[in-house]
């Protein structure tokens, strides 16, 4: 069981270059999520889905696509990346059942330079 | 809008001392509050979640603790340890989503 992993684990790009993070999960969760943390400003949710073919926007979604085509499986998509997204994002996912809790498990984690 | 905080930024104790992380939020009506460490360059492992209904939660040397009414919760930490040291995040959920403070850096002196 390996949780929720996250593709590549680093990764540096030119400013206009596009690339795809990829967040896999084994736990059959439902939920799932893209963050992203930058010093001083916490976690902040840029998309996030509640179940497979579903997508939604969260805090900070410009200049990120994301897609949710099978249930494991969260794709993270930078159309063209800007010096502003160079952060670091992780992923989470979580099962949530009626009137339940939503705890939240998280991936590794991407470190993304842009220059 | 959800704003969740977390005073002290960062906080340092000798080792064998209890303590107490806090975390408040500006809206009671939340969902539930998780607790999270964070070791440098790693991603979040979840320490302690807190249903709306419940007033604490206890994991080991951890209590955890919420006042919804008041918008606060502590994290508090028994016989600290050097491998305690970390950065401790708290969340509050609302509407499906997690809203995080910027988090406690904790370091335990041996």
């Known amino acids: 069981n390996a949780g929720v992993t996250q593709t590549p684990k680093f990764r540096v790009l030119k400013t206009g270059q596009s690339m795809t993070l990829l967040c896999a999960q084994d736990?059959?969760?439902?939920?799932m999520y893209w963050y992203r943390q930058d010093p001083g400003m916490g976690l902040r949710l840029i998309h996030y889905s509640v179940g497979e073919g579903t997508t939604a926007k969260g805090e900070v979604p410009d200049g990120y696509n994301v897609s949710r085509l099978k249930k494991q499986n969260f794709l993270l998509g930078l159309e063209s990346a800007a010096p502003s997204q160079t952060s670091v994002y992780f992923c989470?996912?979580?099962?949530?059942?009626?009137?339940?809790?939503?705890?939240?498990?998280f991936g590794p984690g991407t470190r993304l330079t842009v220059l | 809008k959800q704003e969740v905080t977390q005073i002290p930024a960062a906080l340092s104790v000798p080792e064998g001392e209890n303590l107490v992380l806090n975390c408040s939020f500006t809206d009671s009506a939340i969902y539930n509050l998780q607790w999270f460490r964070q070791d440098p360059g790693k991603g979040l492992t979840s320490l302690l979640l807190i249903q709306s209904s419940q007033r604490e939660q206890t994991s080991g040397r951890l209590n955890a603790s919420l006042d919804k009414s008041s918008g606060r919760s502590t994290l508090y930490i028994a016989a600290s340890q050097p491998g305690d040291s970390a950065t401790y995040l708290c969340?509050?959920?609302?509407?499906?989503?997690?809203?995080f403070g910027t988090g406690t850096r904790l370091t335990i002196i041996p």
């Open positions: 969340a509050v959920e609302g509407n499906e989503k997690l809203t």
């Open positions: 736990m059959n969760h439902e939920y």
């Open positions: 989470a996912s979580s099962y949530r059942s009626a009137g339940g809790p939503n705890e939240q498990f």
